[in-house]
């Protein structure tokens, strides 16, 4: 991870693998221009979002991964639709910006093919810029265009045309698919295979929300059934997309349930939905999965900073013994305020804090917290 702009930028290794990729398809001057010009303009292009959110007053913050970018912002207030379909129109509009400016700057006219393809630097310019940025603005989820497309539907259809667009888009993408095959011209079928995987998580992800503790006992449910693709299929969705969840209860799962769960999902552990993310956290220290739970909490405590977060990684660095990363995360929980009271009551019961309870910098968190709550 590195920062640019203000913004943290995290490269996957996914990303590093489709730049190979590339390179290893071609095995010539163009693959390797084409790598390079993918790998620049898809972080201005996320930049370009990025910067757009935040004059809005939301935090950003920028993944590279396989086949795409994607920069995720939390906005500080309710954003107007014109204001959403902005940010998603600057990604495009700075990805093919730059590049002609590149083009232009190399004399090159990107209105002329012949000038364009008179050599390997300008060809793949011209295919990662103006070609790809092109794409992005077509109107099918999850692409700008799409998105794009929802927020004016919106205005019309209030609370239905994400699913509108999303049913449209997977007709599009199939219909797409099949000209292509019946044409021969097969060349784009990695990118409408990605569009329609996609489209197909997002329409899963996009039911109606249910408490998060359900999502858990469901995954649960479908291994116990014998079906381990759907069980992690379902714990995906819930972790990698923002949800507009409800506060998570208790979950009905076992320890011997949350163990086998947790080895279905991938490495690095996903992420995208705070709450889940929470779950997982919960989990992974349950199952006593100490160094994972304080990696794993830590960055969505840096994601989104919270007191349960911070709390989970003084939970786990307390088991691990190490008193003064547990008594850090203690004030950082405290600092967040998010859940005043449940700093206090890791502080008084929870047995992983038990070799800092009484140490002079836990104490003072404590007394800043007020009495403690009578046991009902």
Known sequence: MFRLLGFDVRVQSGFIVFMALIVFLYRNEFGLWLAGAIAVLTLVHELGHAVAARRTGAHAEISLGFLAGYASYQPSRELKRWE??????????????TAVIVLIAMGVNP???????????????FWAGPVIGAMNLIPVLPLDGGNIVTYGLDAI???RARRIMLYASIGVTVGAAALLV?????????????????QMQM??????????????????????????????RTLLAALSHPQPTPPVSELRITASQADDLIQLL?????????????????????????????????????????????????RAAGAL???ATAIGWIRSAAQANTSPDSVAAAIDSAPELGAVRHHPEVTAVRAGLGPPRPHA
Do not use: C, M
Not at 84 to 97: K, Q, R
Not at 280 to 293: G, I, P, Q, W
């Open 111 to 125: 209105l002329d093919l012949d000038q364009v393809v008179d050599s390997p630097a300008s060809q793949a310019i």
């Open 182 to 198: 019946l044409s021969g011209r097969q060349g784009f079928v990695l990118f409408i295979g990605f569009l329609l995987i996609t």
């Open 321 to 323: 013994q190490d008193q």
């Open 266 to 314: 991938p490495d690095p552990l996903p992420h995208g939905d705070p709450g889940n993310e929470f779950v997982l956290a919960n989990l992974l220290l349950s199952t006593r999965r100490y160094d994972e739970a304080a990696h794993y909490a830590a960055g969505s405590y840096e994601r989104n900073p919270n007191t349960l977060s911070a709390l989970i990684v003084a």
């Open 84 to 97: 959403s379909a902005w940010i998603s129109f600057a990604g495009p509009l700075v990805h093919i910006t």
């Open 157 to 159: 259809v209030p609370g």
């Open 203 to 232: 329409l899963s992800a996009d039911k109606p929300a249910r408490p998060q503790s359900s999502v858990w006992d469901d995954a649960a449910a479908s291994l116990a059934a014998g079906k381990p693709g759907k069980a992690k």
